[in-house]
Nanobody
Framework: QVQLVESGGGLVQPGGSLRLSCAASGSILAINAIKWYRQAPGNQRELVASITSDGTTYYLDSVKGRFTISKDNAWNMVYLQINSLKTEDTAVYYC?????????????WGQGTQVTVSS
């Protein structure tokens, strides 16, 4: 099993930056991708960035050039660097892992970290 814990959220002014962290534990060698989602009040959860074992990344169009996802070599930590924050980035940000489990796959979610962008 894989467990995820996010941290790094907070209140920041527009134009500011934050670095979110996702600490993975358990069967981390079985992870093949980690994704960051966010959910704003009244909205559906949306995928904002992902990274795979080979380093392939994906970004939601609206965050390209402002968000950067990265990881260490062993999946202990995954980061989401968020620059030039906008009020519309306000949301709870969740870390999500996809990993091999037995003959199939499982997923895991963290508890989320709140990002609030406001002047």
């Amino acid at each position: 099993q894989v467990q995820l814990v996010e941290s790094g959220g907070g209140l920041v002014q527009p134009g500011g930056s934050l670095r979110l962290s996702c600490a993975a534990s358990g069967s981390i060698l079985a992870i093949n991708a980690i994704k960051w989602y966010r959910q704003a009040p009244g909205n559906q959860r949306e995928l904002v960035a992902s990274i795979t074992s080979d380093g392939t990344t994906y970004y939601l169009d609206s965050v390209k050039g402002r968000f950067t996802i990265s990881k260490d070599n062993a999946w202990n930590m995954v980061y989401l660097q968020i620059n030039s924050l906008k009020t519309e980035d306000t949301a709870v940000y969740y870390c999500h892992a996809h990993y091999v489990y037995g003959l199939g796959y499982k997923t895991a979610w963290g508890q989320g970290t709140q990002v609030t962008v406001s002047s």
